[in-house]
């Protein structure tokens, strides 16, 4: 019995948890980072910023946990886009057009990701390609490459590294509108240099 009242309670605390974090996502959204605050989040969820303070010890955890959900919208985002097996240029680059077409259409979950400063103690920091999971994602272009002997691993790792930074560097210029890049400027460069780097 206290087994059960136990993990009833466990699941009642993730699903407040979650339903912070979900009102969290939807003002980065549509406002951005800038936007939240301990008070604000709680009077859209309809909590007493306390109840929120009972499930994460303060503000940036609540964020952290947050930008978690947020990759796996940006996954699944990808997934839905992608159904075909990544294996080839062109796959490649609708895998990164893809990845690229989130973050244009949310710019304020790039700012937060990007830019918005959060407390990294005790928060294990990774690359955002391992945080999407992209060298699952494109296990099978691997293989094919490296079966075929036109690229060996280290190389192929190399390549999405360069693809991925360029992404970002292409986005932040993009989304910060400080430079006359059209959106089928930004494809048509994010194609070359893809092309380049698996010529």
């Known amino acids: 019995m206290v087994k059960i009242n136990g993990n009833k309670r466990k699941l009642k605390t993730e ?6 974090a979900e009102t969290v996502k939807e003002m980065i959204i549509k406002e951005g980072v800038g936007s939240i605050s301990v008070r ?5 969820a309809a909590y007493s910023y306390a109840t929120m303070y009972n499930h994460f010890k303060n503000l940036d955890e609540l964020l952290w946990y947050t930008r ?13 886009n992608n159904r ?9 680059k609708k895998l990164f057009k ?5 973050f244009i259409e949310y710019p304020n979950v ?6 918005h400063h959060l407390d990294k103690s005790g928060k294990k920091v990774t690359h955002i390609a391992k945080e ?3 060298d699952e994602t494109l296990k099978a272009t691997f293989e094919y490459f490296a079966l075929s002997g036109k690229l060996n691993i280290k190389e192929l790792e190399i390549v999405i590294k360069t693809i991925v930074f360029s992404v970002h560097g292409m986005l932040l210029i993009y989304i910060s509108d400080k430079d006359d890049m059209a959106k089928d400027d930004f ?10 780097l698996f010529r």
Do not use: C, P, W
Request: aromatic share 22%; hydrophobic share 45%.
């Open 15 to 20: 699903r407040v948890k979650r339903f912070f």
């Open 40 to 44: 604000k989040v709680a009077d859209l």
């Open 68 to 80: 978690n959900i947020m990759i796996g919208d940006i996954v699944e985002h990808i997934k839905e």
């Open 84 to 92: 075909t097996e990544i294996r080839d240029v062109e796959s490649i």
């Open 98 to 102: 893809t990845y690229v077409d989130y």
């Open 110 to 115: 790039f700012e937060f990701f990007f830019f």
């Open 132 to 134: 999407m999971n992209f």
């Open 187 to 196: 494809y048509q460069s994010l194609d070359d240099i893809i092309s380049y």
